[in-house]
């Protein structure tokens, strides 16, 4: 199964996606009860994820050009894909924003600083990987 | 009713590959290979493009099946 440039690109999103929720999520599962989690631990763990991101998505983006040197055409096909699959992140965002309430509502441990922030990541996180898995399906169907 | 193209053949007929096709009408070698297999319907400015581009009358490079 031989991957277009822009598939693996699109793979790359997800990797990180997948990554981020394993190296990160554990920190914002476990403080999820704390009501006034502090401003120092929180920039204590979002400079680790900039530093992350920046090292991840610049060494695999250099790893791909190395590999497609050819330069990559966004044509029409392009513009198909992306606007239905953003078409469907966009309606998980709306259905999502009904789940936070929800859950808000409904989870007591849920009711504070942690609690939202870490719903709010993990609804993020859902969107963006079924956003790009769809991309790519749509990228190896059409 | 299915819309189908003969780009296959005239391409092959105009002695270009997918890549060299995709390249001088401005699109890349996935999705000509997506417009041949009849998965993806071309916007009427690039069915334009690619039948001026093979020398060929647009309604004889895609029809209804």
Redesign the interface.
């Known amino acids: 199964m031989a991957l ?1 440039k ?1 598939e693996i690109s699109i793979l790359i999103e997800v990797v990180f996606s997948i990554l981020f929720a394993l190296i990160f999520m554990p920190f914002f599962y476990e403080n999820q009860g704390d009501n006034l989690i502090s401003i120092n631990n929180l920039i204590g763990k979002i400079t680790p994820i900039i530093i992350f991101a920046v090292l991840y998505f610049s060494m695999a983006y250099a790893v791909l050009e190395l590999i497609f040197k050819a330069k ?2 966004v ?4 513009d ?1 894909i992306n606007s239905k699959s953003y078409k469907l992140g966009y309606l998980l965002y709306e259905l999502s924003l009904f789940v936070f309430i929800g859950m808000l509502l409904t989870n007591s441990i849920l009711q504070n600083t942690g609690g939202i922030i870490f719903l709010i990541i993990s609804l993020l996180l859902f969107v963006s990987i079924v956003k790009s898995i769809y991309q790519l399906y749509l ?1 190896r ?2 | 009713m299915v819309l189908k193209n003969n780009l296959k053949e005239f391409r092959h007929k105009n002695n270009l590959t997918q890549d060299d096709f ?2 001088s009408v ?3 070698r ?2 000509i290979i ?1 417009i041949e297999r009849y ?2 319907k ?2 009427l400015e ?1 069915a334009i493009k690619m039948a001026k581009e093979l020398n060929v009358k647009i309604e004889k490079l895609f029809y209804f099946d």
Do not use: H
Not at chain 1, 75 to 78: C, I
């Open positions: 277009s822009k990559t055409t044509d029409e096909r392009d198909m990228y169907t059409f | 995709g390249k401005g699109v890349s996935q999705t997506s998965r993806y071309p916007s690039l």
